[in-house]
């Protein structure tokens, strides 16, 4: 949770929103087996709101890190590359409760 910024798509957002891929963030720490510093989440897009990138996954809600933080992103960046049913959805989200 991050107080200092409330992710655009909060509250929006179903599980039919979500491709079945994976978002991948490095945060660039310098390790022997090449495994720390890596954030991976399932079923999951990224998007950037300002100077923050915000991880919106199907089970867990949304993740958000500092831009500046993140040296490399993988997966799909969202919602724009999202399919076309998808972003009709997106278009004409869920009201919030």
Same mark, same amino acid.
């Given at each position: 949770?991050?107080?200092?910024?409330?992710?655009e798509?909060?509250?929006?957002?179903?599980? #039919?929103?979500?491709?079945?891929?994976?978002?991948s963030l490095?945060?660039?720490?310098?390790?022997?087996?090449?495994l720390?510093? #890596?954030?991976?989440?399932?079923?999951a897009? #990224?998007?950037?709101e300002?100077?923050?990138?915000?991880? #919106?996954?199907?089970?867990?809600?949304?993740?958000?890190?500092?831009?500046?933080?993140?040296?490399?992103?993988?997966?799909?960046?969202?919602?724009?590359?999202?399919?076309?049913?998808?972003?009709?959805?997106?278009?004409?989200?869920?009201?919030?409760?």
């Amino acid at each position: 949770m991050n107080y200092k910024h409330t992710p655009e798509l909060a509250g929006t957002l179903t599980a #039919y929103h979500f491709p079945s891929t994976l978002v991948s963030l490095w945060m660039g720490h310098d390790v022997e087996d090449g495994l720390e510093g #890596y954030v991976t989440f399932n079923n999951a897009f #990224y998007q950037i709101e300002g100077d923050w990138t915000v991880v #919106y996954t199907e089970h867990l809600g949304y993740h958000i890190y500092r831009t500046v933080d993140v040296i490399q992103h993988t997966g799909q960046k969202g919602p724009e590359q999202l399919t076309k049913s998808v972003q009709d959805m997106l278009d004409n989200p869920l009201e919030k409760v």
